[in-house]
């Protein structure tokens, strides 16, 4: 530890953000970050503890606590305020495969259980990787580092996610030679995709997938693995395939007026967007346009919060987002101590948007809808939504949502958008390769294990855990890219988590 009173000499200092009505003028990322030499000052608020909480990456209380890529951090933040930036390069992409990605959409489950949070604020972690990885690629650190030797095995990778493009990653450094499959037109899957472009500008992903592909990862998009490409052929072509392809099956609202013109998924609300943004700025129209429209977003999450920021930049007449739990305390719950994940309210930048434009939080807590109506061409006119009340049910003893009769309400909305969350894995890929599913649909495997119940076929990320965060998808992709190597070469010298 280079400054072992850093934590008291300095106070925690993270990028400043382009005021929201500012920045709802476009689609760019609105992040100002700190300079090299007040970046370097927060490294230095690293106690490096004995047990660092930070990189445990544990459950508890069924909340993951610490970073689940088990990253080096008190290791790269002292190096970061030594201004060592190339081994803090080296020690951060030790176990991450992409901290391009989590440094700019990781909700930081590192700094929530930061040992300096216990009693003031936690080390910027979060922010010294960005510095890190974006000084990496500045210096030439990042650049590719094709593998010397190949090994003549072949794998396939269905899926080029955040869990698809690791397993691709570590395999072709360990030598093998890696083809991943794409249905879109572009490589990245939900990082491209899922996440809109304030979020996650798409060069950055073109960036790594650029260096991928220099290293020899070789990639096919608009291949519909399953339909285009039979499941057959890539298990005669591949010595191993990977199926990386997501949780793709968006949970639906099935009320009354459900078939009214103007109610779209979140996912494809968002994709829509993202691919015209890219193909035209716009010009060609493809796309969920909400000017001067009342919205009404189902869900509560990080996709709901994007729907938001993404419906106010065109225009939106009002945004609305619905969501079933009751609104989180503004400070920790007596259970809910450190170093558990804080389950406290939080206000993110699509909130904060609505909030500037409209002058009030756009979040509705404790209800749920009952009606969309239509009009009588069929067009969505309005949501009828209804108040819901946690109660405790005398025979079983679990918390039951039940409805408060008369506290209806109805929204005027002419586009709802359903962001509540995926059920699984789609059928016609998992049929296609004859792989067991779960109850969840999630493709089966012994616990720890990432081989499916078919030979020489393996998981990895949302098909395999359910619907998670893009750290956990890398994890999981770094995880089956090591029981892959370990099938096909009987041992494996990928780094573990």
């Known amino acids: 530890m280079g400054k072992p009173t850093g934590f008291m000499e ?38 490096e503890c004995g047990v660092p909480f930070c990189q445990a990456g544990m459950t508890i209380c069924g909340m993951t606590s610490g970073c689940p890529l088990h990253n080096l951090v008190p290791e790269w933040n002292d190096l970061v305020y030594m201004g060592n930036w190339k ?186 967007n993202t691919k015209s943004l890219l193909d035209s700025d716009f010009a060609d129209g493809n796309f969920v346009n909400t000017k001067d429209k009342n919205v009404v977003i189902i869900g509560g999450g990080d996709t709901g919060n994007d729907c938001v920021g993404t419906s106010i930049r065109h225009g939106c007449k009002s945004v609305t987002q619905i969501e079933m739990m009751p609104k989180a305390p503004k400070e920790r719950g007596e259970d809910n101590p450190w170093p558990q994940w804080p389950k406290i309210c939080k206000t993110d930048y699509g909130q904060e948007e609505a909030i500037a434009v ?37 025979d079983t003893g679990r918390m039951e949502m039940k409805e408060i009769e008369g506290s209806e309400q109805t929204l005027p909305a002419e586009i709802v958008l359903i962001a509540a969350g995926f059920l699984g894995s789609q059928k016609y890929v998992t049929d296609a390769f004859k792989v067991e599913v779960n109850q969840c649909t999630n493709v089966n495997t012994l616990p720890g294990s990432y081989e499916t119940s078919v030979k020489n076929v393996f998981t990895a990320g949302d098909m395999h855990r359910g619907q998670s965060l893009v750290v956990w998808a890398i994890r999981e992709g770094r995880e089956a890219a090591r029981a892959v190597d370990e099938s096909l070469m009987g041992y494996t010298n990928l780094a573990a988590q």
Not at 159 to 182: C, I, M, W
């Open 87 to 272: 081994q803090a390069y080296n020690r951060l992409v030790k176990t991450n495969s992409f901290p391009e990605f989590t440094a700019r959409v990781c909700p930081a489950l590192c700094e929530a259980a930061c040992t300096c949070g216990l009693n003031g604020e936690p080390v910027a972690t979060k922010e010294n990787e960005y510095a890190i990885i974006e000084n990496a690629y500045e210096k030439g650190y990042a650049a590719p580092k094709p593998p010397k030797v190949r090994t003549g095995k072949k794998v396939a990778v269905v899926g080029s996610g955040p869990s698809g493009l690791a397993v691709a990653d570590q395999l072709n450094k360990r030598g093998h030679s890696v083809t991943v499959f794409e249905r879109s037109d572009r490589i990245g899957g939900l990082l491209m995709y899922g996440i809109p472009n304030m979020k996650l500008e798409k060069q950055i992903v073109s960036r790594k997938v650029k260096v991928m592909e220099a290293e020899g990862v070789v990639f096919m998009t608009g291949v519909d693995v399953g339909k285009d490409l039979k499941a057959e052929k890539l298990l005669k072509d591949f010595d191993r395939v990977v199926l990386a392809c997501g949780a793709s099956n968006p949970r639906d609202i099935n009320v009354p007026g459900r078939d009214a013109k103007g109610i779209y998924f979140a996912v494809d609300f968002l994709k829509a």
């Open 10 to 47: 300095y106070k925690r200092e993270v990028s400043k953000d382009v005021k929201p009505k500012e920045r709802i003028k476009n689609f760019h990322e609105f992040h100002q970050h700190l300079p090299v030499e007040r970046q370097q000052l927060q490294g230095a608020r690293c106690m």
């Open 358 to 394: 409209f002058g009030h939080d756009p979040r509705i807590y404790e209800s749920t809808v009952k009606e969309f109506v239509k009009d009588k061409n069929g067009n969505l006119k309005a949501v009828k939504i209804i108040k819901l009340v946690w109660e405790k049910n005398p």
